[in-house]
Every structure is written in structure tokens, then in C-alpha cells.
């Protein structure tokens, strides 16, 4: 397909502050895309009923038709309009509301990085495009199919050709459906930094932690659908902390109040419960809401003891609580990542499984070896068609673009603008490998 003759995307901001409209429509002026606005849920609604809009972006807070209500309408007449849903307010019951009414793409918080926007904005028009690209190649396989079943058995000819015209379509659906995978682990990747920002401690601990829970799930030889659950958990463990205070999420718990731990305790439950309307994430939200349980059944917040607490949650628990000792989110000191492993130890079978403990001791024990297949590369040197084999951080630790992702000529050059006007030295790996 040559994406140079397509048309420009077609957007509607709603919010009922005019200065916030102003400063998108800024942002977005220099993409070539088509806006409109509207001060209101039913401005909006009058302008979908005359244009066609490929993404709604709506403030959550407004008067009248608040932005849960709008988007429920924008889903249920207008199906195919992808909607991101914009608010300043840490209100986990109205904002998982609205991302249950209103389905949304992506969640974004106010203040928003305009990098991270206009790349959001990007990645929903992306999915929105190959969903619609999935729909038509999967209609033309099922014409294909039935044009093949009305054939005459004799023509072995004819149908040796149309057997080799649907394989195609197919390899073409799954190229199609591994971007769609790849794009939803992006996703939770910039969600998962997106939320970091509030504490500054916090910045790269859900990535660690991630990275220690694959990496021990892969030890403790577990299928590779029990890792892929296990590293999303990590990436989204403290989700049900979106609605803490900024006091509260600077405390380590060991100096929280009495009402302020009752509060901290929650957070497993408020994590589940925002992951529940994904069915991608059932087995990371059961994950994430037993991960403070305890081996000797004295956790929170169900009391499971024991094989009881799912085998995801107790390695998480040990990949999180060594990350935490050592950035001061669970004491006053923070520990050396000699100190952490002793904590550990000594609670071996009472907060932590014996057998996963074990495990990880020798994880973090071994040496460390030099990655393979991968090399730095210069951002005056990238090229279209590299692939990333780490993620790539700005300097304030947000996730800008995820390991495997597949630089392309204008995403390049934009690396390379920003390097320069940061003063250049930054530095990309990239895989040296074909896989």
C-alpha cells in the first residue's frame, strides 16, 4: 500500500477549556492532520454526526456530558473512531469508568509530554489502520474461501492457485496481527513510564522489575505464555497506585500512617480491577493483585499462603521487593543490592516462596554476560529499517520507543533533530541478528 497518497487523519478535541484546545491544536498543527474542536460532549456529537473522524481526543471533567458519557456515545454510533481519553484529575473510579464506557485507546494524564502525544496520537491512528486492513484481508480470504468451494473438483489446476493466493493473504494477516502484539506491549511499556513520572524513585523500577520477573519465570522454566503474563504484571504492577497522593506515593511504607497503609494496601485490588475489561490481561490482573501475599499466608490482601498464591505473584514479589530495597520505596535507607539479597534471605518461606527465592539467588549471582546480536549505534547513524534491541529512554527516564521496534525514515530523522538540538552523543543499540 503507498501511504504517501493517503488522506490525513481526521481528529476532534473536546474540552471545555478553550486554552487547552488552543494548545493542541498548536501541537498538532505541524502533522498535516485535520482538526476540529468542540467546547462540549454534544458539539462533538454534532460534528461526528456531519464528519467522518478517525480519533476523538475528550477531557474527563465537563459540564453537562462529561467525558465518559461522551465517549460511550462515540463508541456505540461510531464504532471505528479510536478515542483517547485526556484528564488532570487522579480519579481511579471516574477514570476507569470512562475506559470501561468509552473503551478507550490510551488514558493521558494532564499535564501531557507533547512528544509522548503526538507519538500516541500516532500509535491509535496505526491500530486503527490495521485493524481496518485485518477486516478487509480477512474478507478477502473468506470470499477467496468460499469461491474455492464452489470450484469442480476436476480444476486441480485452478485450485492449486487459489490455495496459493489465500497463503499469502494469511502470512499477510499474521505480519499484520504481530504488529498489532507488538504495538499493545508498546503500549503498556508507555503506560507503565507514563505513570513513573509522579515519583521520581520510581522512574525505571517497573521496567527493572519486569526485566527480573521474565528473566526468573524463564529460570523456573515456566511456558512461554505464564512470561509473557508475568513480564506485563511487572510492567504494570503499581497501576492501582494512579490515585495516590504525591505525599503518599513519596513515603517508603515502612514510615506510612496507620490510614495512609490501610490506603497503600488497596492499591493491589485497584490494579486488578482497572486491567479486568482487557481479556489480553486477565492472568497479569490476577497476577497484580496477589503480589503482597505472603508465603506464610500473612499478606495482603486475600491471605493466601502458600502454592495458594499464583506462581506469577510470588516471583513478582521477590523481582519487586530486591528493585524497591534498593530505591528506598520500602524503607528510609536504601539497601546495596548485597543488602537487598540478604533481606530477602531472611524471610525466605515466610514473605517469599523458598523454591522461586532459591531460583533468583542464582539469577542474580551469576555473572553477567554481554548481550549478543546487538550494537550501539550513533544516532547520526541510524538508518531506516533498524531494529531496536533495547528500549530507548529520554534523559528523564520516559519511555520513548520499545525493544524491536522498526525505525522508519521520518522517525529517524526525528531522533536526529532532537539529538542535535540536545547537544548530540546519544546512542541507540540496535540488533546485529535476523531474528
Known sequence: MNHTTETPATLLLVDDEASILSSLRRLLRPTGYTIHTAASGQAGI???????????????????????????????????????????????????????????????????????????????LESSRLRKENARLLALTQAQNEELAGLNVGLERKVAERTAEIEQVNSFLNLANDRLKQNFLVSIKIFSGLMELRGASMVGHSRRVADLARKLAIKLELPARDQQDIFVAALLHDIGKIGFSDKLLAHPVSRMSGEDVGTHRRHPIAGEAALLPLAELKEAARIIRSHHERFDGQGYPDGLQGDFIPLGARILAVANDYDGLQIGTLSDKRLSPEQARAMLVQTRGKRYDPRVLDAFLELIGAPMQEATGEQAVPVADLRPGMVLARDFCGRDGVLLLASDYILDAPLVKHIQDTDRREGGGMSLYVRTDRR
Open 46 to 124: 454534532a460534528i461526528l454526526e456531519r464528519e467522518p473522524v478517525d480519533l476523538v481526543i475528550s477531557d474527563l471533567r465537563m459540564p453537562e456530558m462529561n467525558g465518559a458519557q461522551f465517549l460511550e456515545q462515540v463508541r456505540n454510533r461510531w464504532p471505528a473512531t479510536m478515542r483517547i481519553l485526556l484528564t488532570g484529575y487522579a480519579d481511579v473510579s471516574s477514570t476507569i469508568d470512562a475506559i470501561n464506557r468509552g473503551e478507550i485507546f490510551r488514558y493521558v494524564s494532564k499535564p501531557w509530554d507533547d512528544t509522548q502525544l503526538t507519538l500516541t496520537i500516532r500509535d491509535a
